[in-house]
């Protein structure tokens, strides 16, 4: 499961054990090379998990799915404990590369 939330890059992924989506699980499916950072969810991220599956439970519990919309609940209010961080690192440009 991966979530996206705005122009900053950041996308979450949930840490699922029985699918080997631990840390090192998730780290092995990132591309080599790719310029990004997996990290904890930061307080930020918290809070855009809690915002995205917020939205996402009240659609379910409007749908008649309010067993599903609890579990959606449950994995956001502990967040920190479900989901990583995917952060684009910042790419500094080539100094001696003139751009005027």
Do not use: W
């Not at 917020?54 to 209010?77: C, F, K, N």
């Not at 790419?91 to 005027?100: F, G, H, K, L, Y």
Request: charged share 35%; hydrophobic share 35%.
């Amino acid at each position: 499961m991966g979530l996206c939330r705005d122009d900053r890059g950041r996308v979450y992924v949930r840490i699922e054990d029985d699918l080997n989506l631990d840390r090192d699980g998730i780290q092995t499916r990132l591309g080599e090379g790719a310029k990004v950072a997996l990290e904890d969810l930061d307080a930020e991220g918290q809070l855009d998990i809690e915002d995205l599956l917020g939205h996402y439970a009240g659609e379910l519990r409007a749908t008649d799915q309010a067993e599903e919309a609890d579990r959606v609940q449950a994995l956001a209010r502990d967040a920190r404990q479900n989901f990583l961080m995917i952060i684009p690192q910042k790419v500094q440009a080539d100094p001696s590369i003139s751009t005027e």
